[in-house]
């Protein structure tokens, strides 16, 4: 079952969201095959970036909690908060997938 994880920036923080992206980004591509989605949770304006959602595929909380504390954001302390829960996939791409599973 994937498991999603929700990361909450801490204020004023925005210019360490700045400097560590570029090996935030690296880390995504190095590990998106454990990717499902994932994204920055943006203001209305989709200018400022306040935290995160990733969807990953992997088995335990662990390894979902491993995976985020690997991330350079976690790594540059740019997080307040973070949430891991497991995740149901109910409706993916318009599409009804609980019977799938």
């Known amino acids: 079952m994937p498991w999603m994880v929700e990361t909450y920036d801490k204020p004023g923080c925005a210019d360490l969201?700045?400097?560590l992206r570029p090996a935030h980004l690296d880390y995504?591509?190095?590990n998106k095959h454990l990717?499902?989605?994932c994204g920055a949770k943006l203001d209305d304006d989709g200018n400022l970036a306040s935290g995160g959602l990733y969807v990953l595929d992997v088995a335990?909380?662990?390894e979902a909690q491993a995976f985020i504390e690997a991330d350079p954001f976690h790594q540059g302390d740019l997080f307040e908060r973070v949430f891991v829960t497991r995740w149901r996939k109910a409706y993916?791409?318009?599409r009804n997938t609980l019977?799938?599973?």
């Open 17 to 19: 969201r700045i400097r």
């Open 28 to 30: 995504l591509e190095a």
């Open 35 to 37: 990717l499902l989605a």
């Open 60 to 62: 335990t909380r662990a």
């Open 92 to 94: 993916l791409d318009g």
């Open 99 to 101: 019977n799938e599973e």
